[in-house]
């Protein structure tokens, strides 16, 4: 049946390592034909950010306070390594030597895959970001309710 | 089909922003009509406990040490940002400047919106708790099989 | 309809409590006649290794770092509470006097169950695992679109 080819994610860590689960689920699941949904939420925004250096969370002092933590893809944290910094780092340096696609490289063969991003409205609105805060491959912004409809008779994970 | 207008998830975290991802998630869903069923377990048995701010852990030395940890909703750290200490009130605050519904909020709503909460039957074994020391509305204790014949169907997120 | 007795897990996290989270579903599910497919992925490939003393990732510096982090299933933090070190040891001993199945014991009932235990390839390949490095229990070597197909139909998580 058609609805038994739908994974859903929802995005919604910032770790290095989730963050590659994420798009290595949604490329792998694409490439063989699926309809991939990808909503990104809270820590998951940073993977669909513009400009990864620059901190997009609103203005004013605590949202800068998140920003200094959403530093963007090339940023995030590997969720259990974390301590070591130089982490990220290794992981990118394992899956380059071992030809494995990195995490920047997952996001651009997700955008070729034709996997839909969307942005969490409520998270939006939390972390003071707007739509034009993001790549113009996010086709929308969403609320939960609306997620949930779009994801049913499909697979569904939070990672 | 009505099986599609179902959403189960298993709350296993503590952590203030999966909480809210949790309870975001079960309103949002119940409001648009969706059968929502919570089943809480390990660290998410922090949700439903009565009288936050005291241990519910049972009695003895070891499980004071869980106890000291769970410290209820107010206490919940926010997964990425726990060395900070401050973040579940940047968190909290942010949630109230913009206008976005407390988690406190969120678990009212939840239960005006009749979700349906569960607790886990092994994690309460292993945590010395009884049903008492939980919110009323917590329908039933069950068991693992128990809840996933209940959310057969439709959507499961662990959470 | 058969396929909602299906219940099909990618355990990506390699921390004890989301380790024991697992296996008390995939044996709670087993028990009472669902197909259960584990699929170890990332951090989660620590609970089938072979030898759980020693670093199972290849040859080399970098992948050594990554050996340390990963010492098998006595060795896994529990996610919450991996700063005080003793914590793994608590849990363990509040299974133990609650009656509650430890870790082992819950992955030795599901290899009695029938449960399916499954790889996931990419991560062997940034690790530089092989077939070899795991317990004999696991079936197969997937990729994630192989384990996509495995698992439609059933309810899948992501822990």
């Known amino acids: 049946?058609?609805?038994?080819?739908?994974?859903s994610i929802i995005a919604f860590s910032g770790d290095f390592d989730k963050l590659t689960a994420v798009?290595?689920?949604?490329?792998?699941?694409?490439?063989?034909?699926y309809e991939v949904n990808l909503?990104?939420?809270?820590w998951?925004?940073?993977a669909i950010k513009i400009k990864q250096g620059r901190s997009p969370v609103g203005k004013g002092f605590l949202p800068k306070v998140?920003?200094?933590?959403?530093?963007?893809?090339?940023?995030s944290p590997v969720s259990r390594l974390n301590f070591f910094g130089v982490s990220p780092k290794i992981f990118r340096y394992l899956m380059r030597k071992n030809n494995v696609a990195t995490l920047e490289e997952l996001v651009d063969a997700a955008k070729q895959l034709k996997v839909n991003f969307y942005a969490c409205e409520m998270a939006m609105h939390i972390l003071?970001?707007?739509?034009?805060?993001f790549i113009p491959e996010v086709k929308d912004v969403l609320s939960v309710a609306s997620f949930l409809r779009l994801s049913e008779g499909g697979q569904t994970l939070f990672i």
Chains 1, 2, 3 share one sequence.
């Open 66 to 75: 998140f920003g200094v933590m959403m530093g963007g893809l090339k940023a």
């Open 39 to 42: 909503f990104f939420t809270f």
């Open 128 to 133: 003071g970001l707007q739509k034009a805060d």
């Open 44 to 46: 998951g925004l940073d």
């Open 1 to 7: 049946m058609a609805n038994e080819k739908k994974l």
């Open 23 to 33: 798009f290595t689920l949604a490329t792998g699941a694409a490439a063989v034909g």
